[in-house]
DNA sequence: TTTTCTGTATGAATCGTTTAGAATTATGGG
DNA sequence: CCCATAATTCTAAACGATTCATACAGAAAA
């Protein structure tokens, strides 16, 4: 690769000390009384020259990078791809780059990706934690490294996050099956200890139980649930009819979740009504459109970056914030749409 | 942000010179003759201290910074997405770390991020190029800065890619189509004059006039295509009756194309069949399920990223490779399946 | 004793910038 | 003609890691 052009090369052209040209290519002539001539000229050259910094050799000096790392579960989940967007716009607007991260819901990854964001001199990160990252998440944080979690918190570690209120979501979801006539509602979640998680499963099972029913919670696991799907919802709809509607905790489990109901037969919502947190394409497009709750991913990304932003440039300390989430209702949650 | 500690530091810590430092903890010693016990202690420290490497001094020094860069359209579409976690994954099995972008297909942009991507001290770069991206393209490529195109390249600019053969790909989806006695297929296209774009377009034009019909060429505007797609297909399957199968040059023209299918109230394959350019969830969702045709993500990404870093490590001279493609075939291009 | 070698360890330069503080030059007043 | 003051510009020391050339023991050979 050619060498590129350095301050020193400039200076030497011009005649002058590699101090001045700095200064001047930064538009601090003024503020260090440099001569309008000098200033032209050196501006000149460093234009003829195509000379551009070298921002490792600055970010090393300057102590500070003006990159700021994501780490997302996985980039190719819509979700994920939408905040990564926003969160790329937002930083770009004060002058940051964004570099992201694919955690494949592994700690261990994780904790590699932190560290080499780290020691890449990366600002600051904002992380979506995955399970049994606490700790490490708890190590970057005392070493002072600005940080801010989306999507999901971590309870009992101090770092500030930025999500909806889980378990208020799944909540409302619940009560709008009921106030529609569902009964026998059942909730699809994964089995995880992760407290979004959890707290969708509180939300549902509190609403349940305020309506004078039993919750009726499987979990499943991250990777190849699909079979196991299919086990319960023949349980649930063929062999038992035991379930009227059913609530999925991801869209990666509602869009399984599909397949599996149009493989067994099973119409929604005559079969059973369909509610899934997080929309996408499919969703839309699936025949009747299925209903899902949207998560405000333009501000929670962009509250996200701007806090984290704030944050390493020692403007404010980030404050955990719930955002609003809200629904889209269509034929999907309908009863009586025959 | 806390202090990082330091070679120094470590070397202060166990009296020695930090030189002798860097040596024992980049697996030097043997090579530089250092003797077992000050090895040992000061591997003891490093590990005590906590230390970790400053990667922009290391790459400021090294003038190599194991990053490579990626810029696609979009990272929020999957096709995108997919090719952006197989390079993730190749390139980190041979050392590297990814940083993306997307250019939003806009040449200003992009040339913005390759620049910068440049000036961070990345090794190389893989790029989706867009629509009067040439000159840029060209540009970085004088500086002798490593770099691949990947998806769609550019005639008369001379820097490998890897992609489909994009005419044979059409021209066999025509065929397809042909075979399976369709006769009036139009072919939903972006207004661009980009390479890729001009194949597609090329391929199914050969192969219609091969078999003795008219092509029938539609180009959509990039963004905000939805009316104007609206007013095609209004003319083509209901004032006309004009054509009885599309083919759809991208995914996202897919996509729009079956929400506009199914407003329109046109069922398929018995008021057109479909026929489509890459994959997607929605896809396969669709009732009934959409055709379409497989690029190579797995090969194309790794095949990219494994060129690029071979260039960068000059061991080799990357050279442009056609990957092969496949067809999807459902029941959205048979003909009688009423 | 002097010379040569071996085995270890170090100093100093380097990558390209930034910036505090010193140095130079110019200006003008006395 | 000297000196204070201002107006410019420069020197040099960082930032942290790497690496070549060199230094300095002490042991072995002469």
Partial sequence: MGKKVSLKQIAEAA???????SMVLNGKAKQYGIGEEAAKKVMAIAEEMHYQPNLMARSLRSGHSHLIGLIVADIANPFFADLARVIEKTANERGYTVVYSSSDESAEQMERQMNSMYNQG??????????YSADAIRDMAARNYPMVLLDRDLPGVDVPSFMIDNAA???SMTR????????RISLISYDTAMNHAVERRRGYSQAMRDAGLLPDVHCLPYKDFSAEMRTIFTQLFIEQKRADALI?????????GLFILRELGLSIPNDTAVFGFDGGDVF???DPKISYLVQPIA???????NSLIDVIEGNATAKSVYMPSSLVLTPSVERNSK
Same sequence: chains 1, 2.
């Fill in 284 to 286: 839309d497009m699936y």
């Fill in 299 to 305: 501000e929670m990304g962009s509250m996200a970056a």
């Fill in 122 to 131: 990366i600002d600051g990160i904002i992380v979506v934690p995955c399970e």
């Fill in 169 to 171: 979501a799944s909540s």
């Fill in 15 to 21: 005649g002058v000390s590699s101090a001045l040209v």
């Fill in 248 to 256: 999925f905790c991801t869209n990666a489990l509602t869009r399984e």
């Fill in 176 to 183: 709008t099956l009921l106030e529609k006539g569902f009964r």
